[in-house]
T-cell receptor
Framework: RKEVEQDPGPFNVPEGATVAFNCTYS??????FFWYRQDCRKEPKLLMS???SGNEDGRFTAQLNRASQYISLLIRDSKLSDSATYLC????????????FGAGTRLFVKA | NAGVTQTPKFQVLKTGQSMTLQCAQD?????MYWYRQDPGMGLRLIYY???????DKGEVPNGYNVSRLNKREFSLRLESAAPSQTSVYFC???????????????FGPGTRLLVL
């Protein structure tokens, strides 16, 4: 089992739709969680950190469920510019610190 | 403010050739990282350096060496390239100094490497 798993998609949604992605992680000792965005043939960029109480940034909401070991990203009122790959990132401490990237979920927002 | 820069952007090598990928950051970050990204695999950590003068292995270090030349620069060397090292290589930096603090990793634009 991969340490961080994501549905690769692609998710194809119309503009204005609400879409949600989940990401599961296997290490219960994981401590920090993030969502990064990666545009085609570009470098990843931090979208948002994920806090235990959940957090929101404009149209984006991130949630953490430690009991079930998953994080989620909700995008409301999707824009064409939201089309990208969304990477789930988990940081753990086991014999040193490890940052594990998921393989990503591809989103296409259509007009 | 350039952030993280990488050279070269593209490279084609023959099996057995060597090369060094260069990375520099101007954000005064303590930590620097080298990742490779392959289709369906996500980014995998090759090596990282938590501070000037220290380097540690990541998930996939075999076939690579690194040098943290100074606080700004972190290079990745392939001594004898193999087709399995065909990938996109990303350098990143962050303010992480160890411990559990939140950190943002800032990535360079990547180097696309093809080994024939």
């Amino acid at each position: 089992r991969k340490e961080v798993e994501q549905d690769p998609g692609p998710f194809n949604v119309p503009e204005g739709a609400t879409v949600a992605f989940n990401c599961t992680y296997s290490n219960s000792a994981s401590q920090s969680f993030f969502w990064y965005r990666q545009d085609c043939r570009k470098e990843p960029k931090l979208l948002m950190s994920v806090y235990s109480s959940g957090n929101e940034d404009g149209r984006f909401t991130a949630q953490l469920n430690r009991a079930s070991q998953y994080i989620s990203l909700l995008i409301r009122d999707s824009k064409l510019s939201d089309s990208a790959t969304y990477l789930c990132v988990v940081k753990s401490q086991i014999g040193g610190f490890k940052t594990i990237f998921g393989a990503g979920t591809r989103l296409f927002v259509k007009a | 403010n350039a952030g993280v820069t990488q050279t070269p952007k593209f490279q084609v090598l023959k099996t057995g050739q060597s090369m060094t990928l260069q990375c520099a950051q101007d954000m005064n970050h303590n930590s620097m990282y080298w990742y490779r990204q392959d289709p369906g695999m996500g980014l995998r950590l090759i090596y990282y350096s938590a501070s000037e003068g220290t380097t540690d292995k990541g998930e996939v270090p075999n076939g690579y060496n690194v040098s943290r030349l100074n606080k700004r620069e972190f290079s990745l060397r392939l001594e004898s390239a193999a087709p399995s090292q065909t990938s996109v290589y990303f350098c990143a930096s962050s303010t992480w100094t160890g411990g559990t603090q939140q950190e943002t990793q800032y990535f360079g634009p990547g180097t696309r490497l093809l080994v024939l």
